[in-house]
């Protein structure tokens, strides 16, 4: 793929704030009920240089530091955090792909996806195995110059659509980590439809059989797959998440503000009704929390402090419970309105218990935080 | 920066990252069971950040780079040839 490379200027959380509010949200709704992102957005989504906000600028992108790209998330989250995910598993490929992948494999792969022209997924979770990606079935093996897929992987987000795959094994025991492009032999791709929350994620089931592809395209060394790559690419993952949280629970917010502004009962603003007030200033509160946690966190990850790592997941923790919280206190607020579908907050509701289990659900967080304590 | 000020630093990083209380130049991090699944990732974070260098693939290898005494060689070996950044 011949992509010219630019150094494209790093997106604003200003910037993405109005092409949010002019593209992503009023197509929100849409984008649910369709359960897809349209290949249009995410062309424009490369145009104001979201696809590379995990690309260093020498493979044209925006490596963005972790500041803006927190507030950048959160803005996303606030549109419509199915796109906001996009956008994370774009930073869980190119942020591991930066650090351990080849120069070949850089420049190849880095610019076109920075361009929007290649969509990439992360392919961990399997049928039989989700947290505990040390126990991974997906088997590989090295022939000459070749590598062998065998096995499947399951709720992959934009599986279905995914030009490349990073997909996790293990070879005579040991972790790896391996570049798939669509459409190589032995690879099938099974939409699944029908999510509860972040409907247009385009999951699907992925089934290698003996997928051959060339042994240059493992990324990292043989044992790195599990304790390297996958963990830079979860860690980063768990940053923008957090972040997205942090937007979904404005959204939340906002939503509720609005409403209970406009709608009265018992001849006043339920604004002004004292047990309305207390769910609003639950919400302020956390979600004023959630944002700064993801600001230390952010601030930590920008100075290469090893303590970012516990903090990303303190505030990936706190954040995705905010968004829960906001949603439900939400949906109280709008009552019957609320619960019909198409409705924004009934959306925010189905979307916010997601971010409690992607990334490493609340109970994964909740170990690794003790274990980080060496509780 | 000099041998003892490269061993105190990372000596610290390792007590404070580990949650170990002490940690003798020798003692093995692995055989004591200390190593948490996050510790590569801090590790790699704290020697790039701290000394200005970046590792090779060949020197992440968590069984060179198991005691301080291992970390240190490895920070001054690069010092040495000016692979700093």
Same mark, same amino acid.
Request: glycine residues 8%.
């Given at each position: 793929?011949?992509?010219?490379?630019?150094?494209?200027?790093?997106?604003?959380?200003?910037?993405?704030?109005?092409?949010?509010?002019?593209?992503?949200?009023?197509?929100?709704?849409?984008?649910?009920q369709?359960?897809?992102?349209?290949?249009?957005?995410?062309?424009?989504?490369?145009?104001?240089?979201?696809?590379?906000?995990a690309?260093?600028?020498?493979?044209?992108?925006?490596?963005?530091?972790?500041?803006?790209?927190?507030?950048?998330?959160?803005e996303?989250?606030?549109?419509?955090?199915?796109?906001?995910?996009?956008?994370?598993?774009?930073?869980?490929?190119?942020?591991?792909?930066?650090?351990?992948?080849?120069?070949?494999?850089?420049?190849?792969?880095?610019?076109a996806?920075?361009?929007?022209?290649?969509?990439?997924?992360?392919?961990?979770?399997?049928?039989?195995?989700g947290?505990?990606? !040390?126990?991974?079935?997906?088997?590989?093996?090295?022939?000459?110059?070749?590598?062998?897929?065998?096995?499947?992987?399951?709720?992959?987000?934009?599986?279905?659509?995914?030009?490349?795959?990073?997909?996790?094994?293990?070879?005579?025991?040991?972790?790896?980590?391996?570049?798939?492009?669509?459409?190589?032999?032995?690879?099938?791709?099974?939409?699944?439809?029908?999510?509860?929350?972040?409907?247009?994620?385009?999951?699907?089931?992925?089934?290698?059989?003996?997928?051959?592809?060339?042994?240059?395209?493992?990324?990292?060394?043989?044992?790195?797959?599990?304790?390297?790559?996958?963990?830079?690419?979860?860690?980063?993952?768990?940053?923008?998440?957090?972040?997205?949280?942090?937007?979904?629970?404005?959204?939340?917010?906002?939503?509720?503000?609005?409403?209970?502004?406009?709608?009265?009962?018992?001849?006043?603003?339920l604004?002004?009704?004292?047990?309305?007030?207390?769910?609003?200033?639950?919400?302020?509160?956390?979600?004023?929390? !959630?944002?700064?946690?993801?600001a230390?966190?952010?601030?930590?990850?920008?100075?290469?402090?090893?303590?970012?790592?516990?903090?990303?997941?303190?505030?990936?923790?706190?954040?995705?419970?905010?968004?829960?919280?906001?949603?439900?206190?939400?949906?109280?607020?709008?009552?019957?309105?609320?619960?019909?579908?198409?409705?924004?907050?009934?959306?925010?509701?189905?979307?916010?218990?997601?971010?409690?289990?992607?990334?490493?659900t609340?109970?994964?967080?909740?170990?690794?935080?003790?274990?980080?304590?060496?509780? | 920066?000099?041998?003892?000020?490269?061993?105190?630093?990372?000596?610290?990083?390792?007590?404070?990252?580990?949650?170990?209380?002490?940690?003798?130049?020798?003692?093995?991090?692995?055989?004591?069971?200390?190593?948490?699944?996050?510790?590569?990732?801090?590790?790699?974070?704290?020697?790039?950040?701290?000394?200005?260098?970046e590792?090779?693939?060949?020197?992440?290898?968590?069984?060179?780079?198991?005691?301080?005494?291992?970390?240190?060689?490895?920070i001054?070996?690069h010092?040495?040839?000016?692979?700093?950044?």
């Amino acid at each position: 793929m011949n992509t010219p490379l630019q150094t494209p200027a790093v997106p604003t959380a200003e910037a993405i704030r109005r092409f949010v509010d002019t593209r992503i949200q009023p197509q929100a709704v849409q984008m649910d009920q369709d359960q897809e992102i349209p290949r249009a957005l995410f062309t424009e989504m490369a145009a104001q240089g979201l696809m590379g906000l995990a690309v260093p600028a020498k493979y044209g992108g925006t490596a963005a530091d972790y500041a803006t790209l927190g507030a950048i998330h959160e803005e996303l989250g606030r549109g419509y955090a199915s796109v906001q995910n996009a956008c994370t598993v774009f930073g869980m490929v190119c942020k591991p792909l930066s650090r351990f992948g080849t120069e070949a494999q850089k420049a190849k792969w880095l610019p076109a996806i920075a361009a929007g022209e290649v969509i990439p997924a992360i392919a961990i979770t399997e049928p039989g195995v989700g947290s505990d990606i !040390a126990k991974l079935e997906t088997e590989a093996v090295k022939e000459e110059e070749h590598i062998i897929l065998n096995g499947r992987k399951k709720y992959i987000t934009l599986g279905q659509v995914a030009d490349l795959f990073l997909v996790f094994a293990r070879l005579n025991g040991r972790g790896v980590a391996v570049l798939v492009e669509r459409g190589t032999p032995g690879l099938r791709v099974e939409p699944l439809h029908g999510l509860m929350g972040l409907r247009a994620n385009m999951l699907a089931e992925l089934s290698f059989e003996d997928c051959c592809v060339p042994a240059e395209n493992m990324v990292g060394k043989v044992g790195f797959g599990f304790t390297h790559v996958a963990n830079y690419a979860l860690d980063e993952g768990r940053y923008t998440t957090a972040c997205g949280s942090v937007g979904l629970a404005q959204a939340c917010l906002e939503l509720s503000f609005h409403y209970a502004a406009a709608r009265s009962q018992f001849g006043e603003q339920l604004r002004k009704h004292q047990l309305v007030q207390k769910m609003l200033s639950e919400m302020i509160t956390e979600t004023k929390a !959630a944002r700064e946690l993801c600001a230390a966190a952010g601030r930590l990850r920008e100075q290469g402090d090893p303590a970012a790592i516990t903090e990303t997941l303190v505030a990936k923790y706190h954040a995705s419970k905010t968004a829960v919280l906001a949603a439900d206190h939400a949906l109280q607020i709008h009552g019957a309105a609320g619960c019909l579908n198409g409705n924004p907050v009934e959306r925010c509701y189905r979307d916010a218990k997601i971010m409690e289990i992607i990334e490493g659900t609340s109970q994964m967080h909740e170990l690794q935080i003790a274990r980080t304590f060496r509780l | 920066m000099n041998h003892e000020e490269i061993k105190e630093k990372v000596t610290s990083f390792l007590t404070r990252s580990l949650r170990t209380k002490e940690l003798h130049e020798d003692d093995n991090i692995l055989e004591l069971g200390l190593v948490h699944s996050l510790f590569m990732i801090q590790l790699i974070m704290f020697i790039e950040k701290t000394f200005h260098l970046e590792l090779e693939e060949e020197e992440l290898d968590m069984d060179n780079i198991k005691t301080v005494r291992d970390l240190v060689v490895l920070i001054e070996r690069h010092q040495q040839t000016g692979a700093a950044l």
